[in-house]
C-alpha cells in the first residue's frame, strides 16, 4: 500500500514560515546593529570632520543635530585619541556595545551604541576593567612583583597593593618637592582630589544608621535658608549622594572668586546657590562637586560638628587613619608632598600646582592621606568596622538615573567586568591623582596615590593588565 504524502496542516506551516522569516530578520538586525558599531569606530578614528559628518547623517534619524553630533565624535577622538576593537561585539534588542581599547591613554573602555529601528540614539563610553585573555604569560607572585618594578620608571607618588591583609607590592618613588629634591617615601601624604567623597559618604552612611537621618531625607530640610529655585526642592541626600541632584560645580565661580580665603563648606556652597540647576533632580547622572559639598555642611547641621572636626572622629580614627586630614595649603604640615604639572601636556618645564587647586580641602575632594591609610581605610570598610555589612552593601550598589545604570553607588564608582570588576574611587587635578580599588573576587585592593597630573591612573591601568594574568 503506497502511504499519502507527509502534509503538516497549515497552521504549522505558518509557523514555521514566520520562524524563518523572523530569524531572517534578526540576522538582518544584528548585522546592522554590528555595521553601526564598526561605521561608528571607523567615524572616530578618522582625523576627518566630513566623515563623523556623514555617519552621523546616515546612521542617526532624520531630524538629529548633525553638528552636535558630529561635535562629539570628535571630542571622543580627542579624548581617546582613537580606539581599537577588541573581543566580541555583544547585541542586544536596543543597542549593541563591544570592549575597545583608547589608543591614546591605552584605557579600557566599553563602548555602547544605543538602536531604534536600526537608526543610532546614543552613544555611551564606560571606562572598564581590562579582559582575563590578555596575552602574555601568567604571573605567580615573584612574577608580578617583578613586573611592578618594570613598571614605575618615570612614575612620582606610592603604591600598596594587598591581597587581604597581605602585602603583596609597596613602593614609593620620584620627588615629594622638586625644588628641594625631597624623595617620596610610603608615610609621604598626598592630595586626594575627589577621593574624599567616600569618607563624606561613609559619614553620611553612619548617620543614617544613627537615625540622624534618611536618605529620603530632602537638602532643604537640613538646609532651609538654601535658595528655592528650579526643582532644589526636590533634591534629596540620595540624589547628592549618586551625583543626581542636577548640582553642577564649584570650580570655575572659586577661582573666579578670592579662592585663598574660601576654606568652610559655607563658603563653598554660597558660590553657586544662585545657579539654575543642569536637570531635574533624579533625571540623570552629572558628577558634582556641589552636591559633595552640600552633604558636608548638612553634616555640620545636623551634628553641631565642623566637618572636619566629624570625619576625623567618626572615619579617620575608627579606621586607625592617623596621616590623613584636610590640611589647608599654607598649613605646616610635615610629609605632604607638592603637586605638580608640566606647561604643556607631558612637556615643558615643571610647574607647582599651588594656584590650581584649592588652599583647603573639603567634603568633595582635596584632603591628604598616605596609601597605607587609603588601606587601613579599606580594610575597615570591607571588614565592616566603620558601617553594617549591610549599609556597606548600599553603599557599593550601582544607582540610576531615570532607567541607566550611573556606574555609581554612594560615594563609590563600581566598574569593570568579572574577576576584575572593582569599587574604589579616583582622584584627579592639576598636579593631583590617586586611585584606590579593591576587586571582591580577586580579595585585592589597590592604593597609588601620584603628585603628577594622571600618573596614578597610568599606573593603575598596567596593575589591571598585570591582575589579568596574575595566579599567584
Excluded at 545657579?275 to 555642611?297: C, E, H, I, K, M
Aim: proline share 4%; charged share 25%; net charge negative.
Amino acid at each position: 500500500m503506497t502511504r499519502p504524502p507527509f502534509r503538516l496542516p497549515f497552521y504549522f506551516l505558518l509557523i514555521l514560515l514566520l520562524a524563518g522569516t523572523a530569524h531572517a530578520d534578526a540576522e538582518r538586525s544584528t548585522e546592522l546593529a554590528e555595521q553601526r558599531l564598526t561605521d561608528l569606530i571607523a567615524a572616530i578614528n578618522s582625523d576627518d570632520d566630513e566623515v563623523r559628518r556623514r555617519f552621523v547623517e546616515t546612521a542617526y534619524a532624520a531630524d538629529a543635530n548633525v553638528e552636535e553630533l558630529t561635535e562629539q565624535l570628535g571630542r571622543i577622538k580627542r579624548l581617546t585619541g582613537g580606539v581599537d576593537l577588541h573581543g566580541e561585539v555583544e547585541v542586544s534588542d536596543d543597542g549593541v556595545s563591544a570592549l575597545v581599547r583608547n589608543r591614546g591613554d591605552q584605557l579600557w573602555v566599553r563602548l555602547g551604541l544605543g538602536l531604534a529601528s536600526g537608526l543610532l540614539t546614543e552613544v555611551r563610553l564606560e571606562v572598564t576593567s581590562p579582559p582575563r585573555d590578555l596575552d602574555g604569560p601568567r604571573l605567580d607572585r615573584a612574577g608580578l612583583i617583578a613586573a611592578l618594578e618594570t613598571s614605575l620608571d618615570g612614575f612620582s607618588g606610592a603604591i600598596d597593593l594587598r591581597r587581604g591583609d597581605d602585602v603583596l607590592f609597596q613602593h614609593a618613588t620620584g620627588l615629594a618637592s622638586r625644588r628641594f629634591s625631597v624623595p617620596n617615601r610610603l608615610d609621604t601624604r598626598f592630595n586626594l582630589g575627589s577621593m574624599n567623597k567616600m569618607f563624606t559618604a561613609v559619614a553620611i552612611a553612619k548617620l543614617v544608621e544613627a537615625g540622624t537621618l534618611d536618605y529620603d531625607d530632602r537638602l532643604i530640610d537640613h538646609l532651609p535658608d538654601y535658595p528655592r529655585h528650579d526643582g532644589v526642592e526636590d533634591i534629596t541626600i540620595h540624589h547628592l549622594l549618586t551625583h543626581t541632584s542636577g548640582f553642577g560645580s564649584y570650580w570655575e565661580p572659586l577661582f573666579a572668586a578670592n579662592f585663598t580665603e574660601i576654606r568652610s563648606h559655607t563658603a563653598l556652597l554660597a558660590l553657586t546657590a544662585d545657579q539654575p540647576l543642569d536637570f531635574a533632580p533624579g533625571s540623570r547622572f552629572g558628577y558634582s562637586n556641589t552636591g559633595y559639598v552640600a552633604l558636608g555642611r548638612i553634616i555640620e547641621v545636623v551634628t553641631g560638628d565642623d566637618y572636619f572636626d566629624h570625619v576625623r572622629e567618626h572615619v579617620f580614627e575608627p579606621a586607625g587613619m592617623h596621616d590623613t586630614d584636610s590640611w589647608a595649603y599654607d598649613d605646616v604640615v610635615p610629609d605632604l608632598a607638592t603637586g605638580y604639572t608640566r606647561e604643556q601636556r607631558g612637556q615643558g618645564a615643571w610647574r607647582s600646582n599651588v594656584f590650581q587647586h584649592a588652599v583647603k580641602g573639603c567634603a568633595a575632594g582635596g584632603g591628604y592621606a598616605t596609601v597605607g591609610d587609603l588601606q587601613r581605610f579599606a580594610s575597615a570598610l570591607w571588614g565592616d568596622r566603620l558601617v553594617s555589612a549591610a549599609t556597606r552593601q548600599r553603599l557599593h550598589t550601582v544607582n540610576t538615573a531615570g532607567s541607566r545604570p550611573t556606574g555609581y553607588g554612594y560615594g563609590f564608582g563600581i566598574r569593570g567586568e568579572g574577576a576584575l570588576s572593582s569599587i574604589g574611587h579616583n582622584g584627579g587635578a592639576p598636579g593631583i591623582n590617586g586611585e584606590l580599588k579593591h576587586y571582591p573576587e580577586l580579595d585585592i585592593t589597590v592604593a597609588i596615590l601620584a603628585n603628577e597630573s594622571r600618573a596614578a591612573t597610568r599606573l593603575l591601568r598596567r596593575v589591571e593588565e598585570l591582575l589579568a594574568r596574575f595566579e599567584g
